[in-house]
C-alpha cells in the first residue's frame, strides 16, 4: 500500500503537537494553538485522523491539509467518505455516522475531499528529542512490534488497515504490554473523559464532539521538545452541526 506511512525527523526549529479527534470542531483547534502560541513558521501540528463529521465545520477539513505545518493520518471517517461511493456504506455515513455536510459539497469539492483523504497515510512516524513517536488514529495491533506494524501497512495487509482505523481492544482492556520499537504511540478514536495511557500506548480523544458532556474537550499533546505535555480546550455546551432533512441522491 503506496503512501501507508510516513516518517518525520526532528523539529530542531520548533515545537510539535499532536491534536486528537477534532470532528469538525475546527474553531477549538484554533483556540489551542492560541492558547499555545503555535508558531506557523517554526511549530508542526499533527493529527490522529477523523477530522470531519458531527461537528459544524468539517468543510473546514481541506483548508486545515492544505497547511504545510499540518500533517494528519486516515481517521475512520476519513475512511468512511473513501467508501461512500458504495450506497449502503454512504446511508450509514451521512444518517448514522455524521456525514450530513457532504450533501452540501458540489462535484468539484467532494472531489478534492477524496483526493485529499486518499493521500492520508496510516500512520505517522516522528523524531523527537526523547524517542520515536507513532501516531494512528485507533490502535496499532498487540501482536506486532512497531516496525513489524509499519511493514504490513506498507504491504497491504487489510487487517491491519482495519485494526489501525477501527480497533478499541487496547483502551477497552487497558492492558495489553507495550508496543515495542517505538518510545510513544498516540491514538484517538475511542473518545474517553481523560488521557488513557495504556503502556505506551495514548489514547487522547477526550470527546470535543460531545458538548452535551460536561468533560467534553478538545486536546493536545506537545512531544518537543517538551514530552507528554497535555493542554486542552473545553467544547462542553457547543452546539452540534444542525440537523437536516436528508435527500441520498
Not at 469539492?109 to 483526493?115: G, I, K, M
Not at 505506551?200 to 480523544?205: A, K
Request: with cysteine.
Amino acid at each position: 500500500m503506496r503512501g501507508a506511512y510516513r516518517r518525520f525527523a526532528r523539529n530542531t526549529a520548533g515545537r510539535d503537537f499532536v491534536v486528537g479527534d477534532i470532528h469538525g470542531m475546527f474553531s477549538a483547534l484554533r483556540e489551542l494553538l492560541e492558547r499555545s502560541r503555535f508558531d506557523e513558521e517554526r511549530d508542526r501540528l499533527f493529527s490522529v485522523g477523523d477530522l470531519i463529521d458531527r461537528g459544524p465545520d468539517s468543510r473546514e477539513a481541506l483548508d486545515w491539509l492544505a497547511k504545510p505545518w499540518f500533517h494528519a493520518v486516515r481517521g475512520n471517517h476519513e475512511q468512511l467518505l473513501l467508501d461512500s461511493d458504495d450506497p449502503s456504506t454512504r446511508d450509514l455515513w451521512i444518517r448514522h455516522n455524521g456525514g450530513a455536510w457532504w450533501l452540501d459539497c458540489g462535484p468539484a469539492e467532494r472531489e478534492a475531499f477524496r483526493d485529499a483523504c486518499a493521500a492520508l497515510p496510516i500512520a505517522i512516524e516522528i523524531a523527537a528529542s526523547r524517542g520515536r513517536v507513532g501516531v494512528v488514529h485507533a490502535d496499532a495491533p498487540r501482536s506486532n512490534s512497531w516496525t513489524d506494524f509499519l511493514s504490513r501497512l506498507e504491504s497491504g495487509d487489510e487487517r491491519a488497515v482495519e485494526h489501525a482505523l477501527w480497533s478499541r481492544e487496547r483502551v477497552a482492556a487497558e492492558s495489553s504490554g507495550r508496543v515495542s520499537g517505538v518510545d510513544l504511540v498516540l491514538c484517538g478514536h475511542t473518545p474517553t473523559t481523560r488521557i488513557v495511557e495504556v503502556e505506551n500506548v495514548h489514547f487522547i480523544d477526550t470527546g470535543a464532539v460531545y458538548g452535551q458532556f460536561a468533560s467534553a474537550r478538545l486536546t493536545m499533546v506537545e512531544i518537543e521538545p517538551g514530552w507528554r505535555r497535555a493542554v486542552s480546550v473545553p467544547t462542553s455546551g457547543q452546539e452540534p452541526a444542525p440537523q437536516k432533512t436528508m435527500r441520498l441522491e
